[in-house]
Structure formats: structure tokens, C-alpha cells
């Protein structure tokens, strides 16, 4: 009597990969970029907008005149990428994204925010800037940036941090997709993420890690405990697309290479009342999913009050 043949293993669907992969890692990096070609088609009607050089900031003299530390970047009305919103659809329609993110957030999730995020390489930046700078966990440059060209984020270089860290009181019911719009390699100041970061929850900046080996960190979140995080190096060609979750530690490097690196930044929030993957997510985490205060780096004006910076030693 012939055997009856066993049932063949099913692939789990990607819904359900993303889940499992939230849950361990805090993060789901996507193995099918987004359009190549629209990303590059883009890209190109970005760069035309401005020259991404030195030109874009202040003087020293001109900052100094009148320093503004808050309300420099991208707004409703002062963001680039309203130039191109029926462009976007490559992205928003995306159909892997489309799953991934309903997955996590239900069917009608919003789009809390989305912005050109603009990595500038050290040939941009002036020498009085560089200065001005060196050793801030967070290097965001639009205070110095010239107000016309406040529609665009641009750094160099920015400590681990959570997504949480802007919205206070707010829980953890968001998600970053992030997508690069042209390859990054090590020198392009590519993501560092650490991966089951998330699992201790909200905590506020700049975050407690020891780095133990050559791609693990000791994070500690105080009372609510410790784990060790696998370091992440988010490189990839265009198109490259990753979320990750409100909770997970993120970084980048300052732009050692001798161009601009230039990615689209989501923030995406659930609406649906009924339950979704991020709750299985989150019934996980073990720490805070909000906070009453995110950072501790910053002075009543907005400007930087520590020099400490975690990633650069990466």
C-alpha cells in the first residue's frame, strides 16, 4: 500500500515574515526594492532643485546674527516633496510596502509624515560648521541652512535614537519606511539599525549602549532591563526600502563620501480599531510604548547641550 505523500511546506506568506520579523528584530528589510527607474527619475527632479554644496547654508556671521535652533524643518507648505506628490505612487502603491505596512497597521493606515532626508558629505559642510558641530548626537543642519532650503532634512550624522523620540505622549503606533533613492555603500552614511533594540520600549536620548564585539551593543533601558542588539549596516542598491518599528534604535554615520545621500523618509500610523500585527509586536516589548519626555540633549532654545556620540564608533 502506497504511503500518502506529506503535505508540502508553504512559504509563510509576507504578512506574516514581517510580523515575525518585527517581533525578533524590530525591523523588516524588504528583498524586492521599490521601481528602480521612478526612483532614479525621482531622484533627478530632486537634484535639480538646488545644489546640494555649500552653497545651501548661512554664513557664520549671518547664523550668528540671528540663531534659530526650532521650526527649521520640513512643514506643511515648506516641503519638498509636495512638489511631487502625484509621483509618489511608485512608493505608496508599492504593492510588497502595501502588505507589509497593512500587516502591521490594518488597511487604512495614515501617513503621518513624509520628507527628503538629505546626508551631506563633509566636502559640503563648511569648516566653521564642522566645528560648530563636531561631537552633537544630533547633527541635523537645518538651523543653518538658508530658510529657502528648509524643505529637505539634511544631516550629518545622527546618534542611535528611536522614532519616538518626536512625539511625546504619543504611543508607539507608528512605523519608519525609509528608501533609498540612488545604491548606498559603507561611505554614503547608510542606516545603522540595531536590531531587537525595540524590545525594551521607549527610552529617552541619548540611549545607554556598550559596544561588545565587532556588531553587537549592550543596550540598557534602566529598570526595565537589558539586551543585546545585533548592529545592522543598511546598505543596498535603489530602490532599497526597510521599516522599522517607533522603538528601534537607528543611525547614521556622517557622509564620507563625495556626494549627497538622498532617501524619502515615512512616518506611517495605524487608524484601524481592531487588533493588528503591531499589537502582537508590542505585547512583546517590555519597556514604555510612550513617554512624557524623549531627549535630554537639548537646551530650552533648541541648541545642542551634550557632545556625545555613540554611532560614530560603530
Known amino acids: 500500500m502506497n504511503a500518502m505523500p506529506k503535505p508540502r511546506e508553504l512559504e509563510p506568506s509576507l504578512a506574516e515574515t514581517v510580523v515575525e520579523d518585527f517581533i525578533r528584530d524590530g525591523a523588516h528589510l524588504f528583498a524586492e526594492p521599490v521601481n528602480p527607474a521612478a526612483c532614479a527619475e525621482l531622484l533627478a527632479q530632486i537634484r535639480a532643485t538646488r545644489d546640494f554644496g555649500s552653497t545651501l547654508f548661512l554664513s557664520e556671521q549671518e547664523f550668528d546674527a540671528d540663531p534659530q535652533y526650532t521650526g527649521v524643518n520640513p512643514r506643511p507648505g515648506r516641503n519638498l516633496l509636495e512638489r511631487f506628490e502625484d509621483r509618489l505612487g511608485f512608493v505608496e502603491k508599492a504593492p510588497q510596502l502595501v502588505e507589509a505596512i497593512t500587516a502591521l497597521l490594518g488597511p487604512d493606515y495614515e501617513i503621518l509624515n513624509k520628507k527628503v532626508v538629505c546626508g551631506m558629505p563633509a566636502a559640503s559642510v563648511p569648516s566653521w560648521l564642522k566645528t560648530r ?3 552633537n548626537p544630533v547633527n541635523n543642519l537645518g538651523a543653518y541652512v538658508r530658510p ?4 529637505v532634512t539634511y544631516f550629518y550624522g545622527i546618534d542611535f535614537h528611536q522614532d519616538l523620540i518626536d512625539y511625546k505622549q504619543r504611543e508607539a503606533d507608528f512605523l519608519t519606511l525609509y528608501v533609498y533613492l540612488h ?4 561611505a554614503d552614511a547608510p542606516l545603522y539599525l540595531l536590531e531587537g533594540s525595540h524590545a525594551l520600549g521607549g527610552s529617552v536620548f541619548p540611549h545607554t549602549l556598550t559596544r561588545i564585539g565587532d556588531a553587537d551593543w549592550l543596550y540598557r533601558n534602566a529598570e526595565h532591563g537589558e539586551v543585546v542588539a545585533r ?8 530602490g532599497f526600502a526597510a521599516i522599522w518599528h517607533a522603538c528601534t534604535l537607528h543611525g547614521t554615520q556622517p557622509d564620507a563620501a563625495d556626494h549627497e545621500r538622498i532617501s524619502l523618509r515615512y512616518l506611517v500610523a495605524r487608524r484601524h480599531e481592531g487588533r493588528t500585527g503591531l499589537d502582537d509586536v508590542n505585547a512583546v516589548i517590555s519597556g514604555p510604548l510612550r513617554l512624557s519626555d524623549t531627549r535630554a540633549d537639548l537646551a530650552v532654545d533648541g541648541s545642542a547641550i551634550l557632545r556625545r556620540n555613540t554611532v560614530n564608533q560603530a
Open 231 to 238: 548592529q545592522r549596516i543598511l546598505t543596498g542598491d535603489t
Open 133 to 135: 558641530v563636531l561631537g
Open 148 to 151: 529657502q532650503y528648509r524643505d
Open 183 to 186: 545604491p548606498v555603500a559603507r
